[in-house]
């Protein structure tokens, strides 16, 4: 279900506008994200490639998993009860945060370039034994991976914990 990306798009817009919304509009806000423009800009091709698509295969594939209320006739979406079950498999991040995957992959290159240091005996790398280097550094990842955790936990849409920062 979260494999294709318009449906992955559906929950973000519907996540931040989670009363039902028509689907002209969702529709429009998905062209615009997936063609990189303004909705302002969309040409009339562009808007109905997204909308026949979630009006023939995205919504209603959504709406028999119980994710969104997807009512036809009135052509309006709305999130499901059910949809937070899905958060565990999508990362979200704030305006201001960055995603852990980044994270990890700048704290990785900031590990290879201090054991690269340390290779090569530049100081001051070299006065540090290579056991402290590695408990340091075990212990740096440590903490990160707690607080990814704690973090994790806490934010977790329909926990008692999660604080809404928008």
């Not at 798009?9 to 519907?14: A, D, F, G, N, T």
């Not at 305006?95 to 900031?110: M, V």
Request: net charge negative; aromatic share 10%.
């Amino acid at each position: 279900m979260l494999s294709n990306q318009r449906r992955r798009y559906v929950l973000k817009y519907l996540k931040s506008d989670p009363g039902p919304v028509r689907i002209r509009d969702l529709s429009q806000q998905i062209a615009a994200w997936e063609n990189d423009v303004d909705a302002s800009e969309l040409n009339y091709k562009q808007r109905k490639r997204v909308y026949t698509s979630l009006h023939q295969t995205h919504l209603p594939k959504l709406d028999d998993a119980g994710v969104v209320d997807y009512d036809q006739d009135r052509g309006t979406i709305e999130l499901a009860e059910r949809a937070a079950e899905l958060d565990i498999y999508l990362e979200v991040v704030s305006e201001h945060d960055i995603p852990w995957c980044d994270y990890y992959l700048g704290l990785s290159l900031l590990v290879l370039v201090v054991l690269s240091a340390a290779w090569f005996d530049l100081y001051p790398f070299s006065l540090v034994p290579d056991l402290l280097l590695a408990g340091v550094i075990t212990a740096v990842f440590a903490l990160s991976a707690g607080a990814h955790s704690y973090y994790t936990h806490r934010s977790r849409v329909g926990s008692d914990a999660a604080v809404d920062e928008d």
